[in-house]
T-cell receptor
Framework: GNSVTQMEGPVTLSEEAFLTINCTYT??????LFWYVQYPGEGLQLLLK?????DKGSNKGFEATYRKETTSFHLEKGSVQVSDSAVYFC???????????FGKGITLSVRP | EAGVAQSPRYKIIEKRQSVAFWCNPI?????LYWYQQILGQGPKLLIQ????????DSQLPKDRFSAERLKGVDSTLKIQPAKLEDSAVYLC??????????????FGPGTRLTVL
């Protein structure tokens, strides 16, 4: 079946540090890949997505590239801000069903 | 544009009691989803509706959980009777309902359920 594996957290960084959050997946066929973010007290929001191999999704300074050869979709940001503190979920969508399969999520804390 | 609305935001009940959650999707969205998010885990799909028909309820514990989407708009999720392991955040999401993988799901703020 489909599954998403995220690196273990939590992650604590200083402001302006470089961020990488690893995500790998297992899926039948050719999934679409997503990063969702959950800020404190808020619902899940779509951060970025990629629908085919080698696509790069980007938003708010975050980027992730769909790597079919390594079945990965790592999230990166060159310089994090305190306002980026949140929980980040990697997810995939595959097959005829539109349901999302999520990873466990990782908490990012950015200190001033 | 209004987002996905859910109520209540928080609910505390004792085990064996019943509880119901309500969701109002974004106007015009044909597909509605209920997810369960247990602390420390990612959301897990419970049930998916396309208009007022069920598309996928394979992970819904049907002996205690039920859901309906009357008239293809609002939806309610019910748990009867509740167990301790049902403590979680229940998320509602909606999407336009196209067959494309680019169809984006929009999530509500969730209902945090605590079963004592």
């Amino acid at each position: 079946g489909n599954s998403v594996t995220q690196m273990e957290g939590p992650v604590t960084l200083s402001e302006e540090a470089f961020l990488t959050i690893n995500c790998t997946y297992t899926a039948t066929g050719y999934p679409s890949l997503f990063w969702y973010v959950q800020y404190p007290g808020e619902g899940l929001q779509l951060l970025l997505k990629a629908t085919k191999a080698d696509d790069k999704g980007s938003n708010k300074g975050f980027e992730a590239t769909y790597r079919k050869e390594t079945t990965s979709f790592h999230l990166e940001k060159g310089s994090v801000q305190v306002s980026d503190s949140a929980v980040y979920f990697c997810a995939l969508r595959a097959g005829a069903n539109s349901k999302l399969t999520f990873g466990k999520g990782i908490t990012l804390s950015v200190r001033p | 544009e209004a987002g996905v609305a859910q109520s209540p935001r928080y609910k505390i009940i004792e085990k064996r009691q019943s509880v119901a959650f309500w969701c109002n999707p974004i106007s015009g969205h044909a597909t509605l989803y209920w997810y369960q998010q247990i602390l420390g885990q990612g959301p897990k799909l419970l049930i998916q509706f396309q208009n007022n028909g069920v598309v996928d309820d394979s992970q819904l514990p049907k002996d205690r959980f039920s859901a309906e989407r009357l008239k293809g708009v609002d939806s309610t999720l019910k748990i009867q009777p509740a167990k301790l392991e049902d403590s979680a955040v229940y998320l509602c999401a909606s999407s336009l309902g196209s067959t494309l993988h680019t169809d984006t799901q929009y999530f509500g703020p969730g209902t945090r359920l605590t079963v004592l």
